[in-house]
């Protein structure tokens, strides 16, 4: 009985040494508040398109997306920009005893009229979620180029709706 319990120790703590071993990522810590974040967010961005749709993994990666050509328009130069899906990163920030979400993604851009790549995206961002879980809020800076804007963030948690699932 001692052995097969030795044995099967000996068995959890390979497993996850192995487990960890083959996972070499940095994992966003989550430890803190272990899943506030995490999960699909409607996002209104003050940006030129302010609808967008944030994805926020355990794992500390995120995507951000809004539809495509909204940048695009005949009256600009080049035809305006079209940008791609936003990747990024983000972790839990313990400030003044509050726990916040930082973070930064990017976005290609791609001129319209003949689709070369031009600058590239890049938001960076300081979010507090809501006590419930619900909503996040706050500031967030973006940069194409040399110019850097001062934007702002607010997401509501999209949820499944119950209703349309119960009509089903």
């Known amino acids: ?15 996850s040494v192995l487990t960890v071993g083959i996972h070499n990522h940095t994992f966003a810590d989550t430890s803190v508040e272990p899943s506030t ?34 940048q695009e328009s005949p009256s600009k ?4 920009t079209n940008d791609s899906v936003g990747m990024g990163e983000w972790q839990i920030e313990r400030d003044h005893g509050e726990n916040y979400i930082v973070g930064t993604f990017q976005e290609l851009n791609a001129l319209a ?7 590239t995206l890049s938001v960076s961002f300081k979010v507090h979620v809501s ?7 706050g500031p967030a800076s973006a ?6 804007d ?3 963030l607010t997401g509501t948690r999209l949820t499944i709706d119950q209703n349309a699932i119960d009509h089903l």
Request: proline share 7%; glycine share 10%.
């Open 1 to 15: 009985m001692k052995k097969s319990l030795i044995l099967a120790a000996a068995g959890v703590v390979a497993g």
């Open 37 to 70: 974040i995490v999960g699909v967010w409607n996002v209104n961005a003050v940006a030129p398109y302010a609808a967008h749709l944030f994805t926020f993994n355990a794992d500390g990666t995120m995507l951000s997306t809004n539809p495509t050509d909204v």
């Open 77 to 80: 130069p080049d035809g305006g």
């Open 113 to 119: 009229d003949t689709h070369q790549p031009t600058d």
């Open 131 to 137: 006590d419930d879980g619900t909503t996040f809020d």
């Open 143 to 148: 940069t194409v180029g040399s110019e850097i």
């Open 150 to 152: 001062p934007s702002h």
